[in-house]
């Protein structure tokens, strides 16, 4: 199996320009998901990103999404994630396991409505890493 790891960049309402300024730079393919597109009825978060992603043919690929505002966010405590996506849920949850060891789980790991295994963790050392398969 073949493993990817790519940063997760978070930001305040300020994802969607990120990503369109790093397309800019490193060229690519911009998807963006928004808080509406997941069914989010809140006005001020609707056109947030609750997900995007640049990837290029060069390799360049980094994540991004808008904190909600009900989550704490600090540009310097919380700045990004570590995405670690892969096809082999039995393998990302060994990962998994391993993070969480002396960790705190953000998101249990297990099904999601937009992953057939999705989970969040910030392991024993600060770091918050989002393990995935993708649907």
Known sequence: MSVNVTPHLNF???AREALEFYRSVFGGDLAVMTYGDMGSQ?????????????????GFRVMAY????????????????????????EELAGFWEGLAEGGTVVAPFGPSAWAAAYGMVRDRFGITW??????
């Open 66 to 89: 808008d904190v909600p505002a009900a989550r704490p966010w600090s540009r310097g405590e919380d700045p990004f994630f570590v995405s670690v996506r892969g096809g082999d849920a």
């Open 12 to 14: 305040r309402g300020g």
């Open 130 to 135: 989002v393990l995935d398969v993708p649907n």
């Open 42 to 58: 809140d006005p001020a978060e609707a056109g947030l990103v609750v997900w995007g992603q640049v990837a290029a043919a060069n």
